[in-house]
């Protein structure tokens, strides 16, 4: 069989291969980044909007903390338990029906709505429901950084949106306020 001659053969050199394989792969990573930066300030902008109408410091974003997160959303994948994890961090959890449609801005708005339901003189969720906390750990002041996940998962009934949100250092300890 005789052998077929390509325009190139003979003239690419390892280091022209090298080069354009570091191309390829910077762009990967330029996509996986904007993709990453794109996701960081749909959940962050929100975040620091809460802060910002309370008076407490900007939280920055945390990739370690995005990366717990990203582990625990795709736990929670094949049961949308709203159970937490358990770990170092503090931790808001959301689960919206239906698979899709659900932005990290919608996410951290539904947490940040339960700004109404916290009585600032006396600290505590009206009527004594705890139903304030996602809101509190938002704008707890002793917060710095903060990293979000959202994952599909599937329940008994049907099909949500999952997310996530863990900060450091934590907040929401009883008897102390917020801001």
């Known amino acids: 069989m005789p052998r077929r001659r390509f325009p ?6 390892a280091a022209a291969l090298l080069q354009l394989a570091v191309v390829v792969l910077a762009s990967a990573t330029a ?7 794109s996701l960081a300030s749909s959940f962050l902008e929100p975040h620091n909007a809460a802060r910002r109408a309370v008076g407490v410091p900007a939280l920055r ?17 094949g049961d949308c338990a709203l159970a ?3 770990g ?3 931790e808001n959890l959301f689960r919206g029906s239906g698979g899709a449609g659900w932005s990290p ?9 339960e700004s109404a339901l916290y009585n600032r003189a006396s600290n505590s969720c009206r009527g004594g429901s705890g139903a304030c906390g996602h809101y509190t750990q938002i704008v707890w002041r002793g917060t710095k950084a903060v990293g979000c996940a959202m994952a599909p998962c599937a329940g008994a009934r049907g ?10 250092p934590p907040g929401n300890y009883v008897g ?3 801001y």
């Open 176 to 178: 102390m306020r917020p």
């Open 8 to 13: 190139l053969a003979g003239t690419v050199t």
């Open 159 to 168: 099909r949500f949106t999952f997310a996530v949100c863990s900060y450091s």
């Open 31 to 37: 996509t996986a980044d904007a993709k990453t930066t």
């Open 84 to 86: 937490h994890s358990h």
């Open 105 to 113: 801005a919608a996410v951290v708005g539904a947490w940040v709505r």
């Open 88 to 90: 170092s961090y503090g």
């Open 61 to 77: 974003w945390d990739e370690g903390l995005a990366a717990y997160a990203r582990w625990y959303a795709a736990a929670r994948a």
